[in-house]
Nanobody
Framework: EVHLVESGGALVQPGGSLRISCVASGFTFTNNWLHWVRQAPGKGLEWISG????????MSADSVKGRFTLSRDNTKNVMYLQMNRLKSEDTARYYCAKKDGLGTFRYWGQGTQVTVSS
C-alpha cells in the first residue's frame, strides 16, 4: 500500500525559506515520478513540481520556477521541496502525490501547511 507522509510545514515570513519533506513507502521509490501539489485557501489544486527519482530530473510550474527546488534521497525514500523567497501567495497546504498507471493523481499524503505571513 502506498503511503506518502509530508512534514516540515510552518509559518514563515515573506522572503524566507523553508524545506518540506515527503517520506514514501509501499512502492519502489526509485524509477518513479513524485510530485508536489498545493491548495491555497479557497482555491483549487495546483501542481507545482515533480521529480523523477531515478535520475533526479525535475519539472516545475512557472509560479515557483527559480524559487523552489526539488530533490530526493533514494537511500531514505524521501523527497524534499526547498522553498526560497517565499511570498504570501505561496500560502497553501502542500501535498505529496503520485500518479497511477493511467496518469491520474491517485496517491496523496495528508499534506503539510505552509503559511507565509509577517
Amino acid at each position: 500500500e502506498v503511503h506518502l507522509v509530508e512534514s516540515g510545514g510552518a509559518l514563515v515570513q515573506p522572503g524566507g525559506s523553508l524545506r518540506i519533506s515527503c517520506v514514501a513507502s509501499g512502492f519502489t521509490f526509485t524509477n518513479n515520478w513524485l510530485h508536489w501539489v498545493r491548495q491555497a485557501p479557497g482555491k483549487g489544486l495546483e501542481w507545482i513540481s515533480g521529480i523523477y527519482t531515478r535520475d533526479g530530473d525535475t519539472m516545475s510550474a512557472d509560479s515557483v520556477k527559480g524559487r523552489f527546488t526539488l530533490s530526493r534521497d533514494n537511500t531514505k525514500n524521501v523527497m524534499y521541496l526547498q522553498m526560497n523567497r517565499l511570498k504570501s501567495e505561496d500560502t497553501a497546504r502542500y501535498y505529496c502525490a503520485k500518479k497511477d498507471g493511467l496518469g491520474t493523481f491517485r496517491y496523496w499524503g495528508q499534506g503539510t501547511q505552509v503559511t507565509v505571513s509577517s
